[in-house]
């Protein structure tokens, strides 16, 4: 099957904090906690107890292995459920800096080595 990804993923023990974005730009807080499964410059994977909704949007705070917090922006993209009641998500970063798709990148660069 041919990679139709634009950047690796990555397994990642990270921790991700979700915060619900809506259309008005009105933030509810509405906290959870997910395990990342992979994580890429342009995506996350994720899986959670809590159901997420596909095209709506968090504001997250990933904590990633130097213990920096990464602010990103995602969008859920596809969502399923497993026999066990966990939700699995892919989700795409729409609002990240530079230097925060960097740090992706760096680790990315050592977990090839």
Wanted: aromatic share 8%.
């Amino acid at each position: 099957m041919e990679e139709k990804r634009k950047h690796k993923r990555l397994d990642i023990d990270v921790s991700v904090q979700l915060e619900r974005l809506d259309e008005d730009g009105v933030t509810t807080l509405k906290y959870c906690h997910v395990d990342v499964k992979d994580i890429s410059r342009s995506g996350i994977g994720f899986t959670s107890k809590v159901e997420l909704a596909n095209h709506t949007y968090y504001d997250t705070k990933i904590q990633i292995w130097t213990k920096e917090i990464v602010d990103a922006v995602i969008e859920i993209v596809r969502s399923s459920k497993d026999e066990e009641g966990v939700y699995h998500y892919g989700a795409e970063f729409i609002g990240m800096t530079d230097t925060d798709a960097l740090k992706i990148d760096i680790y990315q660069i050592f977990n090839d080595l």
